[in-house]
């Protein structure tokens, strides 16, 4: 496991930048966080389908920073695409070859039932069958936000995902829609 | 800038090391860095440091890093470290601070005013049942001195033992108040399971991130609880320079002072005009 600082500095509202804020550590502002958002960094995030033919990656980035904003300290950011990173600065940094949903699921699975899970994803995992089977070993939910267009196949693997836990599954028809999603599982 | 030739002497006596140098601001400076108070003594009729002989390399260290010839007339005797067990009345007990050395101890005040007692932080660590720093703790658990696997009952006395040092009523430093509002946000996690299976697994998953902790509080390290100001103290320790400084190695208990109306003697330091003094009531 490693983590990924930003050469900008933490994202205003990050957990490291509340940790300084509050002369706490990473680990302390972690448990008071609500949120933990796993969010797919795979090739296909670099699709220029976005807002204003940007790509999902920065818009993604764009909503992350608007939420933690807005919601100082309540997610905890973890990226993933080949293995899976903490970026306590808030958001992600680096765009990765796979798809690795399972070891991902298998990650965060500490967090399982603790705290609100949120995967982002826009494509299909490398194994859905080996994701899915993860999945199904969670006890709490896992909520799933679909990026990209509608009907694509990708969505419904994360629907089952989130059916198959008992999550909620919001769709981001542009990830610009994010937020909506996360703040509503911010509001319970 | 050149600095001449300067000779400096050196020897053994009663088993402490005898430093004779010509007056140098810089060398004392450099002398009270590597040497800390409890182990040097301004001998003022001769004119000479003495020092804990342990203290021999650091000295030599300092004389040639301020350009110093020195003579060694040290006759080569070791001396060997005679631990006594002594009642001490202790009138006043400092906060345990960092020293220049890097050493953090307390100065203790005798009854005459003199401060002739030092007490190691390890030494009231020991005494107090808190082996930690709480302001150096990066963790919940070393906060409150106990280890991951600890059990709730462990945990409420980790609590408890620093409760009794840091609570505000019992210790009115300003510093004290600070730690132990760490400490109870410590105990309020780790006494609630979801709370600590949340920090737990925020620990884990965090890994190696970088860390923010809290910056340490001034240089005060162990403030001393109000109520352990003063005492007859049983201690463990060494006398040296002529049994005119005790340097405590452990605390074998703590007594109040008492009068014959069966008030205990509290003492208390008050800064007035710059200078500081203890203030004495019985209570």
């Known amino acids: 496991m490693s983590y990924i600082q930003r050469v900008d500095g933490p994202t205003k509202g990050s957990l490291s930048q509340v940790a300084e804020e509050k002369g706490i550590t990473v680990e302390q502002a972690f448990a008071n966080a609500e949120v933990v958002v796993v969010i797919d960094q795979s090739g296909s995030m670099c699709s220029m389908d976005a807002r204003d033919g940007q790509e999902r990656f920065d818009v993604a980035e764009e909503e992350l920073r608007k939420i933690q904003e807005a919601y100082p300290g309540a997610v905890a950011v973890f990226e993933f695409s080949d293995d899976i990173r903490f ?102 | 800038m050149s600095r001449g030739t300067r000779t400096a002497n050196l020897w053994t006596e009663d088993g402490e090391l005898v430093l004779q140098s010509v007056y140098d601001v810089g060398f004392i400076m450099a002398l009270k860095l590597v040497v800390p108070s409890y182990a040097r003594q301004w001998d003022a009729p001769n004119k000479v440091w003495r020092v804990r002989p342990q203290y021999k390399p650091d000295i030599l260290k300092a004389l040639k890093d301020y350009g110093y010839i020195y003579h060694d007339a040290a006759n080569g005797a070791q001396a060997t470290m005679q631990v006594e067990v002594d009642v001490i009345r202790l009138n006043y007990l400092g906060n345990a601070r960092r020293r220049a050395s890097g050493e953090v101890t307390a100065s203790g005040m005798n009854e005459r005013g003199e401060w002739v007692y030092s007490f190691p932080l390890s030494a009231l660590q020991d005494w107090f049942g808190v082996k930690t720093d709480p302001t150096q703790a990066s963790t919940y658990y070393e906060m409150l001195g106990v280890n991951e696997r600890a059990t709730l009952a462990e945990i409420k006395k980790g609590y408890r ?123």
């Open chain 1, 87 to 188: 970026c306590p600065d808030g958001v992600p940094t680096r765009i990765g070859r796979m798809t690795n949903l399972t070891n991902a699921l298998r990650y965060v699975k500490q967090a399982d039932n603790l705290y609100e899970i949120v995967v982002i994803s826009d494509g299909e995992p490398d194994n859905e069958y080996a994701a899915m089977a993860v999945a199904r070993t969670f006890k709490g939910p896992i909520h799933t936000i679909f990026i990209g267009e509608e009907g694509n196949q990708g969505q419904d693997f994360l629907r089952k995902l989130a059916q198959a836990t008992g999550g909620r599954q919001f769709q981001a028809d542009k990830p610009g829609e994010l937020m909506p999603g996360v703040v509503a599982l911010l509001a319970g």
């Open chain 2, 161 to 283: 033992n620093g409760a009794k040092l840091w609570h505000p009523d019992a210790n009115s430093d300003p510093g004290a108040a600070e730690v132990f509002i760490l400490i109870t946000e410590a105990y309020e996690v780790l006494a609630n399971d979801r709370k600590r299976a949340r920090y737990d697994a925020a620990k884990r998953m965090v890994g190696s991130a970088p860390r923010t902790k809290k910056a340490a509080l001034a240089d005060v390290v162990w403030p001393v609880p109000d109520r352990y100001r003063c005492g007859y103290v049983k201690v463990e320790g060494e006398w040296l320079f002529g049994r005119t400084k005790l340097a405590v190695s452990r605390i074998l208990g703590w007594d109040d002072i008492i009068n014959t109306s069966g008030q205990r003697l509290t003492a208390r330091w008050t800064v007035a005009g710059g200078n500081g003094h203890v203030d004495y009531d019985w209570v």
